[in-house]
């Protein structure tokens, strides 16, 4: 009998070593899957792959309707992307996908941005702190140096957290300012670090950190205990810099990208080069930033629009 575990089992090793999908999307991947095997139990359903039909399906979507669309979205397309792979490896008849038309109506909500004036106050302070420590032989200021060197990153290539954490020493090369980017789903983007400052905060890490980076195995962002810094201490360096620069908002490494992109847009870069730098698969998912500017436009236009002073009485 082909059960919901040995199937998921299957799938998962499909995924691991012939699709190579990142770590990250298997433990999704798991997760979901996982919640799905635990409602077939809890509800008394059979745990014979072959026996999930729409009915099962239609129930668990409802089981799981109070989620957020994007929770829903997901966990459906972990669940389409299993049945596709067993219907292909012949492991069911029936794909009870292909009797079901799902539409899951998601808010687009436009992605949050900082405009320049905060962007700048976040540098300042992360430069201010370096400049008041005198002793460079304490952590505090290799630190502190490390602290610009993240926002640095983050603003100079508009990458993810994930791959700002990623980063390898040897695919950054601080002569040219080229980086090799690892993204979603192991897809390669070459970046280029333009800014001669940027590249001097770079170099003097790089230096600081030399035989740290060594011994973390390659990465070149490097924590207190010598190993890789996490993604959750990434975001942690980036709100502390935003509360006390004084912003009085939730400030993200993502909000970094947004703003990125955004101010690009702004100074009419064409929205392909955006697309690239991104490093997104689809030209739609980078339109979401045409609307952004629209937004500042209308600000700009309520503000300045000479037809203010036209006062009709």
Same mark, same amino acid.
Do not use: W
């Given at each position: 009998m082909?059960?919901?575990?040995t199937?998921?089992?299957g799938?998962?090793?499909?995924?691991?070593?012939?699709?190579?999908?990142?770590?990250k999307?298997?433990k999704?991947y798991?997760i979901d899957?996982?919640?799905?095997?635990?409602?077939l139990?809890?509800?008394?359903?059979?745990?014979e792959?072959?026996?999930v039909?729409?009915?099962?399906?239609?129930?668990?979507?409802?089981? +799981?309707?109070?989620?957020k669309?994007k929770?829903?979205k997901?966990k459906?397309?972990?669940?389409?992307?299993?049945?596709?792979?067993?219907?292909?490896?012949?492991k069911i008849?029936?794909?009870?996908?292909?009797?079901?038309?799902?539409?899951i109506?998601?808010?687009?909500n436009?992605?949050?941005?900082?405009?320049?004036e905060e962007?700048?106050k976040?540098?300042?302070?992360?430069?201010?702190?370096?400049?008041?420590?005198?002793e460079?032989?304490?952590?505090?200021?290799?630190?502190?140096?490390?602290?610009?060197?993240v926002?640095?990153l983050?603003?100079?290539?508009?990458?993810?957290?994930?791959?700002i954490?990623?980063?390898?020493?040897?695919?950054?090369?601080?002569?040219?300012?080229?980086?090799?980017?690892?993204?979603?789903?192991n897809?390669?983007?070459?970046?280029?670090?333009?800014?001669?400052?940027?590249?001097?905060?770079?170099?003097e890490?790089s230096?600081?950190?030399k035989?740290?980076?060594v011994?973390?195995?390659?990465?070149?962002?490097i924590?207190?205990?010598g190993?890789?810094?996490?993604?959750?201490?990434?975001?942690? +360096?980036?709100?502390?810099?935003?509360?006390?620069a004084?912003?009085n908002?939730?400030?993200?490494?993502?909000i970094?990208?947004?703003?990125l992109?955004?101010?690009l847009?702004?100074?009419?870069v064409?929205i392909r080069?955006?697309?690239? +730098?991104?490093g997104?698969?689809?030209?739609?998912?980078t339109? +979401?930033?045409?609307?952004?500017n629209?937004?500042?436009?209308?600000?700009?236009?309520i503000?300045?629009?000479?037809?203010?002073d036209?006062?009709?009485?």
């Open positions: 082909n059960t919901i575990n199937s998921i089992k799938f998962i090793g499909h995924c691991n070593f012939e699709k190579n999908l990142s770590p999307t298997i999704f798991t899957l996982m919640q799905f095997t635990k409602f139990i809890e509800k008394k359903y059979s745990i792959i072959e026996k039909t729409k009915f099962e399906l239609r129930e668990y979507l409802e089981e +799981i309707s109070h989620l669309p929770s829903i997901r459906i397309a972990t669940l389409k992307a299993m049945f596709n792979y067993l219907e292909f490896e012949d008849t029936s794909n009870p996908f292909r009797k079901m038309r799902i539409k109506k998601e808010n687009k436009l992605p949050k941005v900082m405009d320049m962007i700048e976040i540098f300042k302070t992360a430069y201010k702190d370096r400049n008041q420590i005198k460079i032989r304490t952590y505090s200021y290799l630190e502190s140096i490390r602290n610009i060197v926002i640095e983050l603003f100079s290539t508009g990458a993810r957290v994930s791959e954490a990623n980063i390898r020493a040897e695919n950054l090369n601080l002569d040219t300012g080229v980086l090799l980017i690892m993204g979603k789903g897809k390669e983007r070459v970046l280029q670090i333009c800014n001669e400052e940027s590249l001097k905060i770079l170099k890490y230096q600081l950190f035989d740290k980076i011994n973390s195995g390659g990465f070149f962002l924590n207190r205990f190993t890789k810094l996490s993604d959750q201490s990434i975001r942690s +360096i980036v709100m502390n810099l935003a509360a006390k004084g912003i908002k939730h400030i993200t490494p993502h970094f990208r947004h703003s992109a955004t101010l847009l702004e100074e009419d064409d080069f955006i697309q690239k +730098i991104l997104h698969s689809s030209i739609m998912t339109q +979401i930033y045409t609307h952004v629209k937004e500042k436009q209308k600000q700009i236009l503000a300045k629009h000479p037809r203010k036209i006062l009709m009485r």
